[in-house]
């Protein structure tokens, strides 16, 4: 008897002892992952050199445009008006919903819907091969996350899975677009949050991904969207990372009046009483007006953005201070009038004409700050991305390593100044109930 005794006692606390599971990289589901983000990265590679390719081809239109006053052509207004009747025919024929979930949603749901991405790409092209003021990136996001998410699902993989998948075709779509697994990373990380184990598995999921893409994309197109934009260097002081501050609450400006523009064409467009696949015609034909008198205003802003850099002693102080507003306006229409496209292009264009117009009038604010201090705190000020938009005009420009430091300061007063305002607005509305 003790000795059975004893055993049963021996038995008891072996197995109260806690099981130790194995690291996750030790099981089938991760490897499995892994391999989809690679499957990923090669299709995300060649969608974008077919997206970006084809866009770019039907956009040859624009070429050659004289960026000064009215240096745009009548013969615009057709081919927008056009281009937005076959938005409103394409948005019927594909059954899209009037409000489709925007970039930043699908990053921070980890979900794009399939059934809706062929609808969104043809919409897509169509608007970018037409001039709206709209980038690429959320179509060649449908097309990765909805690849990744899709395929996925299919084999069964669990809905945790599935989502990490789907955030690896976007990194997958993106690695190629922006050249810069880095860049890629960051955004997709700091917009979806991923929390606990899932952190880690997102992370080298979406490094892969944008690893095998941006090779892929660069052995076939051999370019780069990194140093995309000269500018002069500066020589770093103290006193400019006080500016940095001023020039965040400069962006935080300029993005309050986009967000007012942006709520009142779209419910200008809302209260239209015409059947919803006219008001794509009616924004095509705004914003090609727009177009002929300010060409600069014109497609997702990136080679524009280049003019304005290069050019600005000869565009002049008044055309320097309404293009930026007029680009707003664009994009405002583009968007509520039924294109489709995405934010972060359009709001680059702003951010870096606003710091072009900001060394135009106070000589003494270095170009290279004014200029990657806006390009990154405008759409810095909308995203809570804040290093992914540091990185992206660091690499845009190669300002140097320690002038990155007032770029950051100016994103997050930009951010941080949003936020506030928004929660004073917010408390404002409580006390009124």
């Known amino acids: ?13 072996a197995t109260s002892e806690p099981v130790v599971a194995p690291p996750f990289t030790h099981r089938r589901e991760f490897w499995v992952l892994i391999a989809y983000a690679v499957v990923l990265g090669v299709f995300g590679a ?30 615009w207004i057709a081919v927008t008006a056009g281009a937005g009747a076959a938005v409103g025919l394409l948005r019927r024929l594909a ?8 970039l930043i949603a699908d990053l921070q749901e980890e979900h794009v819907d399939a059934k809706l991405v062929p609808g969104v790409v043809a919409v897509s092209a169509v608007s970018l091969i037409g001039g709206a003021s709209l980038g690429p990136e959320k179509a060649l996001g449908s097309i990765g996350g909805g690849a990744g998410g899709w395929a996925s699902r299919r084999r069964g993989l669990s809905d945790d899975d599935v989502r990490l998948s789907t955030l690896s075709g976007f990194a997958g779509a993106y690695g190629g677009l922006f050249s810069s697994t880095v860049i ?13 184990q899932r952190y880690v598995k997102a992370l080298l999921g979406t490094i892969v991904a944008s690893s095998v893409s941006f090779g892929v994309y660069f052995v076939i197109a051999g370019s780069v969207f990194l140093d995309a934009y000269q500018v002069p260097q500066y020589e770093f002081k103290d006193w400019l990372m006080l500016a940095a501050v001023a020039l965040g609450l400069f962006a935080a400006f300029v993005v309050t009046l986009m967000g007012l523009i942006v709520k ?20 095509g034909a705004v914003f ?19 003019t304005v850099l290069g050019d600005a002693a000869s565009l002049g102080l008044g055309l320097l201070i309404v293009v930026p507003i007029a680009k707003m306006l664009t994009f405002a229409v583009s968007q509520a009038s039924g294109f489709v496209g995405g934010p972060i292009f359009p709001a680059l264009f702003v951010g870096g004409a606003a710091g072009v117009l900001v060394h135009q009038v106070i000589p003494e604010v270095p170009l290279g700050l004014a200029f990657t201090c806006l390009l990154a705190a405008v759409p810095g000020g909308v995203v809570a991305a804040p290093f992914s938009m540091v990185l992206l005009a660091a690499f845009m420009t190669q300002i140097g390593a320690l002038q990155t430091a007032p770029i950051l300061i ?24």
């Open 46 to 75: 060649f969608a974008g050199l077919v997206f970006v390719g084809a866009t770019e081809a039907g956009g040859k239109w624009y070429d050659g445009t004289d960026p000064h006053w009215f240096g745009g052509s009548w013969w």
């Open 410 to 433: 100016a994103v997050i007063t930009s951010f941080l100044t949003m936020k506030g305002v928004e929660y004073l607005v917010a408390r404002k509305k409580r006390a009124e109930t």
């Open 184 to 196: 890629v990373v960051a955004m997709i990380m700091e917009i979806a949050r991923p929390g606990g």
């Open 288 to 306: 090609g007006l727009v177009g002929v008198a300010l060409p600069l205003t014109m497609f997702t802003g990136s080679d524009q953005l280049d």
């Open 95 to 102: 059954r899209l919903p009037e409000q489709l979930p925007g």
């Open 1 to 13: 008897m003790p000795w059975a005794y004893a055993g049963n006692a021996r038995d008891v606390s």
């Open 264 to 283: 009142a064409a779209a419910a200008l467009f809302a209260r239209l009483k015409v059947p919803a696949v006219v008001k794509p015609a009616l924004g």
